[in-house]
């Protein structure tokens, strides 16, 4: 989506963002959580920004990876992180 994505009748506007909508559920519930999150950060203010941080994390804790993390941590045992890629 650019900066102009569609110019539309003023009738028709209603109809399209519905559309719009249903193109943007059929994405990952959590990753729409967290654009919207930035989306608003920055006229949000300091409540904006701990949203923000507040969602980013639960992008790890669902993970594989997060779940090794914790498990090894309950265990009290170093975590195996091996089969997970170092992305820079």
């Keep these: 989506m650019g900066l102009v994505n569609k ?3 003023y009738d028709q506007l209603e109809a399209e963002g519905i559309a719009w909508a249903e193109q943007i559920l059929q ?3 959590l990753a729409i959580r967290c654009l919207k999150s930035a989306f608003n950060a920055d006229v949000d203010g300091q ?3 701990q949203e923000l941080a507040g969602n980013a ?3 790890y804790y669902l993970t594989g990876e ?3 993390g914790r498990k090894a941590w309950n265990e009290k045992r170093p975590p195996e992180f ?3 890629p170092w992305l820079p």
């Design 47 to 49: 409540q904006g920004l």
């Design 57 to 59: 994390p639960l992008l």
């Design 66 to 68: 997060g779940e090794e």
């Design 27 to 29: 994405h990952s519930p």
């Design 7 to 9: 110019v539309v009748a």
């Design 82 to 84: 091996q089969d997970y």
